[in-house]
């Protein structure tokens, strides 16, 4: 039977890990809005010390974000291991007629959300990221991938930021239908790969369906 968190059924796909990856396997997902967490979700009120508490608690299973926004501020979140998040509805296509639920920027040129080295096997679904709720950015970005493997990151969406997602230094990482419509300010783009790599490391990355307008 499917689990319910915020009186929302949690997908199926948000507890299906590549076979590759690090297994996740918690049996019952997490929401941030829950005690001890107890963030708001208004898109408004800073919620990054609770939310950062909600991924670190859900590392080995999911957190489940539900129907709301979360406003996140500097220093922006980590997942320091492998996570399932996923969102209340798919981001993809964007859809501006319709609630998009996921994170807002509480502060400029932030990272909003980053896998560091300990997050292999983490996957990213069905959220949306807004990145200019707190004005025009020129550095930060909504998704950094910081040496993980086996990251998965799809049907998500993300508009405002100054990188829509940073793929620093990866393995096998895989992104699927995600949109990257508009970037912010000078020097910005959609997707940018191997900006933390040296000529002895390789970021291996597979990307399938993911349209980037940098018209901003």
């Known amino acids: 039977p499917p689990h319910f968190v915020d009186g929302c059924p949690l997908p199926a796909a948000g507890l299906n890990l590549t076979a590759s990856a690090t297994a996740v396997d918690k049996s019952a997902p997490i929401s941030p809005l829950n005690s001890p967490y107890n963030c708001v979700g208004d898109g408004v009120t800073n919620d990054t010390v609770c939310m950062q508490a909600a991924i670190d608690a859900s590392v080995g299973g999911t957190l489940y974000l539900g129907p709301h926004r979360y406003c996140i501020g500097s220093p922006g979140l980590v997942v320091g291991g492998a996570v399932a998040i996923t969102g209340a509805t798919p981001g993809y296509p964007w859809d501006n007629s319709r609630p998009n639920y996921g994170f807002t920027a509480c502060s400029q040129n932030i990272n909003i959300l980053t896998f560091n080295n300990l997050s292999s096997g983490s996957r990213l679904s069905d959220v949306f990221f807004d990145g200019s709720t707190a004005g025009v950015n020129v550095s930060g970005a909504a998704i950094t991938a910081d040496t993980p493997s086996f990251l998965k990151i799809d049907h998500v969406a993300i508009i405002g930021s100054c990188i829509g997602i940073d ?30 790599s040296i000529s002895s490391q390789l970021t291996d990355l597979r990307l399938d369906a993911v349209p980037v307008d940098t018209n901003g």
Request: charged residues 15%; glycine residues 20%; hydrophobic residues 35%.
């Open 167 to 196: 793929e620093r230094l990866s393995n096998q990482d895989r992104i699927s239908h995600v949109l990257v419509n508009t970037a912010s300010g000078a020097g910005c783009g959609g997707i940018r790969i191997g900006a933390g």
